[in-house]
């Protein structure tokens, strides 16, 4: 069980895990859960952090099929510039392995934001928080228990 499926339980958040098989040498994560699972890809969300010029961390939630929109992340959480997190730097702040990180249960709470397309549906897929586990559950409540908000984040 991960901090992630942990803390659902905990805070008897509704939800599902779905777990299938990583296929080792893949790189696109996201794209392999939504193809594996049978689920849409914009209904499969990534987990992205993200740099802010202030030095602070941030998590942006955006679809597996698009792409995070750095400007409009920053705007989001308050900063002027937003760069992706160098690799180390997410794993340490996480406690998750790139591929794997969910935004529920890292070390640290981060400012984070779900793209709005999430709200076009009941439920949306997040990692579990390791490689061929996800996580279904609703978008309010994954924003509700993180803190976060909706904002349009996605690079159109």
Known sequence: MTPAIVLLKTKKIAHKVHEYQHEVGCESFGLEASQKLGIPEGQVFKTLVVSLNNGSLAVGIVPVSGKLNLKSIAKATGAKKA??????????????????????????????????????????????????????????????????????????
């Open 83 to 156: 760069e992706m997190a160098a690799p180390e730097l997410v794993e340490r702040s996480t406690g998750y392995v790139l591929g794997g990180v969910s935004p529920l249960g890292q070390k640290k709470r981060l400012k984070t934001v779900l793209d709005s397309s999430a709200r076009e549906y009941d439920s949306i897929f997040v990692s579990g928080g390791r490689r061929g586990v996800g996580i279904e559950l609703n978008p309010d409540e994954l924003l509700k228990l993180l803190g976060g908000n909706y904002a349009d984040i996605k690079q159109a």
